[in-house]
């Protein structure tokens, strides 16, 4: 059975997040040269997806390079692992150590039946746990592959455009929004450190009806996001308040930052 290729001029946001590789990129580079319709789509999505980054960068804190050689100069190298030779043990000792052939058959079954059922017991928890992990690892990765085409598909959308504005309490926020999308991406630089026991919550607010959208992660180097609020409708206003840690169901402090979408 025959897959269909894809239609090139759906593959302009994935090139522009450098996505494509092998044949899809040399197909799509080939198209490229002759459709200017797709060469203009990618050069906004690059400058919008360049002003994002740009607006949630951060500066490394003065002399960290510095420090980091520094330490490197003063921390102890392993030593290169050394291969046994236990034929150049001394006659005597090589005796001490190991007992006659058949008492050493009889003490290695001895043991081998008392660990038995302990080592059963263990391998059987071993494989619990490590199935566990696993589907908890393959869980977080489709959460993560999921949001990372969400948000693709929000920068390389054909009506996303950006809003930057400065938040009240400190800080500048910058969103890129798809009406068609029905979502909006969320960076900030320079928010105001908060302590444990609060956290910042986006909001999705219309009359009557003000919505969750996302909990902001702590800050990084002053940067904040990317963060992904699904759910947009027509006339909805993006709100950010102070919330306890965990989150409110609706907003509990004044609005720092509102912004018309």
Avoid: N
Wanted: hydrophobic share 45%.
């Amino acid at each position: 059975m025959r897959t269909r290729q894809p239609e090139p001029h759906t593959l302009a946001g994935a090139y522009a997040l450098d996505a494509l590789t092998g044949t899809d990129r040399a197909r799509f580079e080939r198209h490229l040269t002759r459709c200017e319709q797709c060469a203009a789509e990618i050069s906004g999505l690059r400058e919008a997806t360049a002003r994002l980054a740009a607006a949630a960068a951060a500066e490394p804190p003065p002399g960290l390079t510095e420090r980091a050689l520094a330490a490197a100069a003063h921390i102890r190298q392993l030593p290169p692992l050394a291969p046994d030779h236990p034929s150049r043990w001394p006659a005597r000792r090589a005796a001490a150590a190991c007992p006659a052939p058949g008492l050493r058959g009889i003490l290695q079954r001895a043991w081998m039946r008392k660990l038995a059922p302990a080592l059963a017991g263990t391998a059987v928890i071993l494989a619990a746990a490590l199935g566990l992990a696993a589907r908890s690892a393959l869980h977080q990765v489709q959460q993560d592959q999921a949001r990372s085409h969400q948000v693709a598909a929000v920068l390389t959308a054909r009506d996303a455009h950006m809003i930057t504005a400065r938040v009240t309490t400190g800080g500048t926020a910058t969103v890129v929004m798809s009406g068609r999308e029905h979502a909006l991406v969320f960076a900030a630089t320079g928010l105001r450190p908060l302590p444990s026991s609060r956290c910042y919550e986006l909001w999705l607010m219309a009359p009557g009806d003000d919505r969750p959208a996302a909990m902001l992660p702590d800050p990084r180097q002053s940067m904040t996001g990317p963060v992904l609020a699904t759910g947009l409708k027509p006339g909805d206003r993006l709100g950010l308040t102070i919330e306890p840690a965990g989150g409110s169901a609706r907003p509990t402090s004044p609005v720092i930052l509102q912004l018309a979408l």
